[in-house]
């Protein structure tokens, strides 16, 4: 079989919570002022309390609302494919099977948790939403969603990718939202920077930071992340949820589950319902794949930082390369987060899951096969993850065993071919920072709070 469809009733009706079933929890998140705990009143000004409540839970099934459901299935549940073209093109006895985020309206994984969020909102009489947008991703999935139920949504768009992608702001701009490109002369932050460096190409934590501060001086706006918060990886996790079923449909259980990793939320909804397995015994192999150029897992320090450059979120423990870092401007640019998940983290460091590294160009010759053997052309995001497969699927092909991979296939690319185009031409460069630029950025850590 290429392809294992669930029918709409098979959906799942609850997101599943890691913290339930963590031997350890991970450290608070702190309030940066008295570097205490944080309650739910300090996050109220951003986020509408159904959500908050998510952030803290500790109850292992929360039940996924009919509206938030009804929205879903405009395009879930997603495909599972086996990879049969490229299984044959690598000559690997290994199978692979990816789970396809693609197919969403948006192109990506993002929609997932862009609708709970404007669910909420709208419950709670909020009218107006702020975010960033790195690839424009993102930025895209809100847009749809503030347009599912009504409010009016602002992105802060990365300059970087407002540049290089101008039909990702037509995207968001059909389905009603207002973009700038950050940063912007919109915030006092955006103003700042733009005053010290007119040619800023921003960075995720300069747009968050921008729009923190829109949503947070007025009463009619929240604010909304596409990744890294705890609930955000919750409703991701419809991904690995409805891939379990599919696997078993297919008389298949992965021996190694991969993802690419910017923020960590769609590895984390391939991976979480599976680690649980791995928690409770299973033999698991779980690969975090991320940019050379912004080795966040793989080189970044664990301690507690600001989630943007401004230091207006509050101090959470993750892996981080500094708030302050500006990573290179690669094409994938949902990859370009100094931090990363604080749940992903913790799980890192708890030894459950391993993280890689890769440069572009390897990238971009793993999304070439995988376009030319299977089809579809990915994000340059989701070829990481696509990479991490190839090897692992060549490592089974070298030890001669038959292993089971299964990867998230995040989004698709068909507003990357800038990108493929300056792959094709030869004209992509690999960029890896050496440990002084890592240094200047983990500098900006320093007087935090130390784990
Ligand atoms: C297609 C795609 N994959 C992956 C990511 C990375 O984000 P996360 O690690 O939260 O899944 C992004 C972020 O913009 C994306 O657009």
Redesign the pocket.
Same mark, same amino acid.
């Given at each position: 079989m290429k392809k294992i469809f669930l029918s709409e009733d098979e959906m799942p009706q609850s997101w599943y919570n890691i913290a339930a079933d963590l031997k350890t929890p991970p450290l608070p998140p702190l309030n940066p002022g008295t570097l205490q705990p944080l309650g739910p009143d300090d996050l109220a000004p951003l986020f509408p309390m159904a959500l908050i409540e998510q952030e803290m839970s500790m109850q292992r099934e929360i039940p996924i609302p009919e509206p938030v459901q009804d929205g879903l299935k405009m395009w879930r549940p997603s495909p599972l494919i086996r990879a049969t073209g490229l299984e044959a093109a690598l000559k690997t006895p290994a199978k692979i099977y990816f789970k396809y *985020?693609g197919v969403s309206p948006a192109? /990506?994984?993002?929609p997932n948790t862009a609708i709970a969020q404007a669910y909420y909102n709208k419950q709670e009489g909020v009218k107006r939403l702020a975010t960033e947008?790195? $690839?424009? %991703?993102?930025g895209s999935s809100l847009a749809l969603a503030g347009q599912m139920f009504g409010l009016d949504v602002k992105v802060y768009m990365v300059k970087v990718s407002f540049t290089q992608k101008p039909y990702r702001r037509s995207m968001m701009k059909s389905w009603g939202a207002e973009i700038v490109p950050s940063p912007s002369m919109d915030t006092a932050f955006g103003r700042a920077i733009l005053e010290k460096d007119p040619d800023s190409t921003g960075s995720l934590g300069i747009a968050i930071s921008e729009a923190v501060e829109d949503a947070a001086q007025r009463d009619d706006t929240k604010y909304a992340l596409? /990744? @890294?918060l705890n609930h @955000?990886l919750l409703h %991701?996790t419809v991904i690995g949820l409805e891939a379990k079923k599919q696997m078993a449909i297919a008389g298949d259980s992965p021996d190694i589950v991969i993802?690419? @990793?910017?923020?960590? /939320?769609?590895?984390a909804?391939l991976a979480f319902p599976y680690l649980r397995d791995k928690i409770n015994g299973a033999d698991i192999d779980f690969r975090a794949i991320e940019p050379t150029a912004c080795p966040t897992l793989t080189r970044g320090k664990f301690t507690y930082d600001f989630g943007d450059m401004a230091q207006m979120t509050p101090l959470v423990s993750m892996h981080t390369l500094g708030h302050t870092f500006m990573p290179p401007g690669i094409h994938a640019?949902?990859?370009r987060y100094h931090g990363m $998940?604080p749940m992903l983290s913790h799980v890192v460091r708890e030894g459950l899951i391993d993280s890689y590294a890769y440069h572009q160009v390897e990238v971009f010759d793993a999304a070439d096969i995988f376009a030319k053997t299977e089809g579809i052309i990915p $994000?340059p *995001?989701?070829a990481h993850a696509i990479k991490g497969a190839v090897d692992a699927a060549i490592e089974a092909r070298e030890a001669g065993e038959e292993k089971t991979i299964l990867f998230n296939l995040?989004?698709h690319g068909h507003f990357d071919m800038t990108a493929y185009d300056a792959y094709y031409a030869g004209k992509l460069t690999d960029y890896r920072p050496d440990d002084s630029d890592l240094a200047t950025g983990l500098a900006a850590t320093e007087g935090l709070p130390q784990v």
């Open positions: *985020e192109g /990506s994984h993002k947008t790195g $690839a424009g %991703q993102w596409g /990744s @890294v @955000v %991701q993802g690419c @990793v910017g923020g960590g /939320s769609n590895f909804g640019g949902g990859l $998940a $994000a *995001e989701s995040s989004g």
